[in-house]
């Protein structure tokens, strides 16, 4: 049986006084619909920018602000919140409180969870640029590091005060993202692995084109869950209007010819070819330069044949691992057996066209050399996951 991803985690959530101190809410919002437990603490400066009710609202848990908080029973507050915490995580962080956990100040309750916390501690310093670039920010972001505190961010872009530059913190979705990385074993650090994604559009004339209905979103679902499993990801991806998740390295390619010329750029030194993208099996013979004007009762149009990206991979002379997707409407696991063997690849992942395109989940088996796995329905990032370390078990069995 293939485990799981993603557990829930029971994050303390630290809040201190800057004005980002209002995207807390959406980063609270965001991480209790991830399924995490969020135990808010403030700093009195933070109460200021954001109401602790807000806070208790949307985290569903009392926030605390004050060392001497009478609701926690032994009277320890600073124990209590922080030993049920699997993370305590800063956001925003101001340079103040950068600098206080720079020299171990403990003195408000934040602060004070902070230095008797037994978990990881993750920061997201939000601040003016000039704070940001002062020696002293700098000389005590060095200091956090050295610590083996995780630093998320800052971002670059407008900020509170009008000028432009780094200090801003992180968007909450890619805080999200950065505390879902940390969370993730590194399964396939060190490896490289190239995906395609999308469809592919054969135009015909300058505004008409052949395309399919992938959505993409399962390759970046894979590319996503690689990303946080510590892999090097390179995406090639077609046309889809799915969100792209960041990765190593991303180009975009329109037609089967273009894909076919990016993967064979990127594949050298590749461990892990991902094949998920819908790729057009035919292109016309003529892409007319001019837009094609109605005229007769029919129109035929010749169709020549695509190149095999999978294929052509899967017979390199020192080919990666390939893994090729069968999206098929009948005979499933037939037709994904005959890919398989036909394209010469070790495995294959078959599911039903139908209910895959579009959807956020999928129902899909995995077919290898040594047998079948049905992975159940699940979010197509979780059957990533799935996948992901199956193949891991392939490519190094214990
Ligand atoms: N594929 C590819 N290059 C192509 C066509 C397909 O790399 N020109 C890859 C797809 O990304 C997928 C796998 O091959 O991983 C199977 O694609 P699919 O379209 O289902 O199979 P085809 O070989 O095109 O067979 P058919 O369309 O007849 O089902």
Redesign the pocket.
């Known amino acids: 049986m293939i485990p799981a991803h993603s557990p829930h985690q029971h994050l303390l959530l630290g809040v201190t006084g800057g004005i980002a101190a209002y995207k807390a809410a959406e980063l609270v919002r965001l991480l209790v619909k991830q399924g995490h437990r969020v135990q808010v603490v403030m700093t009195e400066a933070a109460t200021h920018f954001i109401t602790p009710t807000t806070l208790q609202a949307l985290s569903g848990n009392p926030v605390f602000v004050d060392s001497w908080d009478q609701r926690i029973s032994n009277g320890m507050p600073h124990i209590e919140l922080s030993r049920k915490a699997d993370a305590i995580l800063v956001a925003p962080a101001s340079a103040d409180f950068i600098a206080k956990l720079a020299h171990g100040f403990a003195n408000d309750l934040l602060s004070t969870l902070c230095l008797a916390r037994e978990c990881p501690l993750i920061v997201a310093p939000a601040m003016n640029k000039q704070m940001w670039e002062n020696a002293a920010t700098q000389r005590n972001i060095g200091q956090l590091q050295q610590d083996a505190i995780t630093i998320l961010g800052p971002d670059s872009g407008e900020q509170a005060c009008g000028e432009v530059g780094l200090g801003r913190m992180l968007e909450p979705a890619d805080l999200l993202e950065g505390l879902q990385t940390f969370f993730t074993p590194k399964l396939l650090a060190g490896k490289k692995i190239l995906i ?1 994604a999308g469809a592919t559009l054969e135009m015909l004339d300058p505004v008409r084109g052949i395309t399919n209905i992938s959505s993409g979103k399962m390759g970046y679902a894979l590319a996503q869950a690689a990303m946080r499993m510590g892999a090097e990801v390179t995406l090639i991806y077609g046309h889809t209007s799915a969100s792209r998740p960041a990765t190593s390295q991303a180009y975009f390619a329109s037609s ?1 010819h273009d894909m ?1 010329q990016s993967v064979m750029q990127s594949i050298a030194d590749q461990d892990i070819f991902i ?7 035919y292109r016309p013979d003529v892409s007319s330069v001019q837009k094609i004007k109605k005229s007769e009762q029919t129109l035929t149009l010749e169709l020549i044949k ?6 052509d991979v899967a017979s390199l002379p020192n080919p990666p691992y390939c893994v ?5 409407t009948e005979r499933v696991i037939d ?1 994904a057996k005959q ?1 398989r063997l ?2 010469r690849i070790p495995m ?1 992942v078959a599911n039903h066209a139908n209910t895959a395109m579009g959807s956020d989940q999928n129902t899909v088996t995995i077919i290898d050399e040594h047998g079948e796995y049905a992975l159940g329905t699940d979010d197509k990032i979780n059957i990533a996951f799935k996948l992901l370390t199956h193949l891991k078990s392939q490519l190094d069995p214990r």
């Open positions: 395609t089967a076919y094949a998920v993208a819908a790729v057009a099996d695509n190149k095999d990206i999978l294929a090729g997707f069968a999206a098929e037709y890919k036909a394209k294959i």
